[in-house]
T-cell receptor, first 115, second 113 residues
Framework: ETGVTQSPTHLIKTRGQQVTLRCSSQ?????VSWYQQALGQGPQFIFQ???????GRGNFPPRFSGLQFPNYSSELNVNALELDDSALYLC???FGRGKGTDTQYFGPGTRLTVL | AQSVAQPEDQVNVAEGNPLTVKCTYS??????LFWYVQYPNRGLQFLLK??????LVKGSYGFEAEFNKSQTSFHLKKPSALVSDSALYFC???????????FGKGTRLHILP
């Protein structure tokens, strides 16, 4: 069984740039959720994709967008980067609609630094 | 609105002693509750979850958690701490009504040799 993987591990960008982060879900999982974890904070829910459709969204602006592919891998795109976007971005996969009792399994994260 | 509180930023426990990491929650309906652990430069690892039934939930690595509805708490426990338990622990709650999952700010656990 393959776990959740994310790429890249680290990324440095400047304000105003755009970034794409990638996530491969655990084998057999069809739901991917993205979280932002600022330093010293718990993860904050960005959005979730189930079978290629957005299936819930947290309080993040539209410049945070995503995709899920037929193989259930996913991308997180952030446009017009701001300094406050510097954080660890976590991807989690689960089986089911990502609701209720579903357990989410997390990848190692991508550390984004915005200068 | 749902919320999770982890009132201790840090907990220090001597190796071999029992440990408790506290979590309280607030939801409008019945909760699903989760504990995750995060090691340095790693993602979150699932420890255990409460869905329904027995209030004492057993999980990975010898951890357990007790659901207390009247106190709206879900404290994480382990009878005998190991140095390797030192990590950051997150409590999370999902409201059955709207399915959003909310994480606490985390508690850093230090097990002293």
């Amino acid at each position: 069984e393959t776990g959740v993987t994310q790429s890249p591990t680290h990324l440095i960008k400047t304000r105003g740039q755009q970034v794409t982060l990638r996530c491969s879900s655990q084998s057999g999982h069809n739901t991917v959720s993205w979280y932002q974890q600022a330093l010293g904070q718990g993860p904050q829910f960005i959005f979730q994709y189930y079978r290629e459709e957005e299936n819930g969204r947290g309080n993040f602006p539209p410049r945070f967008s995503g995709l899920q592919f037929p193989n259930y891998s996913s991308e997180l795109n952030v446009n017009a980067l701001e300094l406050d976007d510097s954080a660890l971005y976590l991807c989690a996969s689960s089986f089911g609609r990502g609701k209720g009792t579903d357990t989410q399994y997390f990848g190692p994260g991508t550390r984004l630094t915005v200068l | 609105a749902q919320s999770v509180a982890q009132p201790e930023d840090q907990v220090n426990v001597a190796e071999g002693n029992p440990l408790t990491v506290k979590c309280t929650y607030s939801v409008s309906g019945n909760p699903y509750l989760f504990w995750y652990v995060q090691y340095p430069n790693r993602g979150l690892q699932f420890l255990l979850k409460y869905i329904t039934g027995d209030n004492l939930v057993k999980g990975s690595y010898g951890f357990e958690a007790e659901f207390n509805k009247s106190q709206t708490s879900f404290h994480l426990k382990k009878p005998s701490a190991l140095v390797s338990d030192s990590a950051l622990y997150f409590c999370a709650v999902r409201d059955r009504a709207d399915d959003k999952i909310i994480f606490g700010k985390g508690t850093r656990l230090h097990i002293l040799p």
